[in-house]
């Protein structure tokens, strides 16, 4: 299966390593927004950046850098204490975001990563990293998004700890240059579902990854944590359908799958030609847009979708 990156989707998917790259370089000039070893940070952000908030949540906390919780901006817990909230926010105009970031100025920190210096949130966050390079024209977000988890992971790096097993940028970088060239699996075209899992920190990844297909192809998708998945959802999987785990499977969960007749995709990290979950995304975001364009659908003007949710006369 291949995708004839047409769309400009298409084409900000294919630029994500070397924006990733950039967006480590930039971090000198970003690590002021950024958390300290040690706080106590909340994550927030609404959709696909709250999914990445998830992500790196687990690798800040794992990693030993201080307790950091996710949430989405509009179920924050007013009252419960942090030394940072951290905001994710592409456009810098999301209703919950910034409303959010009003009702605690002056009670804490507050810090935000956008791509656009010309939205209220400069004015609305204490301290704000900016990675403009790495905006998108299309609704549909891919590259902000992982850029963002690679300049956290970067941060991460740069002060010397990453939870075991985790491979550093670079090789995920390299992973990446590896997901946007190498052809789909023509058997996924076809398939009628798929259920994405994740452990740990990519758990927020195989929810990102089943929004985008959500969200472009209008697919049939969902998304657990891959021990939870025996607990029900593997009652879904069956010919025709996909199990698609980020990162390593959990023992006997192949043998699960091909028990009740499924194909499992994974990009398990410990095997030779494994790819780094943040890479593996990439290849669902890929697949995403290939769906979309073979079921007639425009990936860059996707159904019942703006490029930021502001609410009219909202109290969020």
Known sequence: ???????????????????????????????????????????????????????????????????????????????????RILAITRSGTTTE???????????????????????????????????????????????????????????????????????????AIRDAER???????SALGAAEQFTFLGTGWTCGLALEAALKMREAA?????????????????SITGPGRVAWAFGDLPEGLAGDVARVGGTLVAGSTTAPAGLDPLADLVRAQRLAVALAEARGYDPDRPRNLTRSVVLQDSHA
Request: hydrophobic share 40%; charged share 25%; with cysteine.
């Open 97 to 171: 975001v910034l409303g959010l970031l009003g009702r605690v100025k002056g009670t804490v920190a507050t810090a935000a990563v956008t791509a656009d210096p010309a939205t209220p949130v400069m004015e609305a966050a204490d301290d704000v990293a900016v990675l403009d390079f790495a905006d998108e024209e299309s609704v549909v977000q891919t590259r902000f998004a992982t850029a963002n988890l690679a300049l956290l992971r970067a941060h991460l790096e740069s002060e010397g700890t990453l939870p075991a097993g985790v491979r550093s940028l670079d090789s």
């Open 1 to 83: 299966m291949s995708d004839n990156r047409s769309s400009r989707t298409s084409a900000e998917i294919a630029s994500q390593p070397a924006v990733w790259r950039r967006a480590a370089e930039s971090l000198p000039d970003q690590a002021a927004a950024l958390p300290r070893r040690g706080e106590r940070v909340a994550v927030v952000g609404c959709g696909t950046s709250w999914f990445m908030a998830q992500s790196y949540a687990v690798l800040r906390e794992t990693g030993g850098h201080g307790e950091t919780d996710a949430y989405a901006a509009s179920e924050f817990p007013l009252g419960r204490r942090y030394d």
């Open 179 to 185: 997901a946007v060239t190498e052809p789909l699996d």
């Open 218 to 234: 209008g697919a049939w998708t969902e998304a657990y944590p891959a021990m939870e998945y025996r607990h029900g959802p593997i």
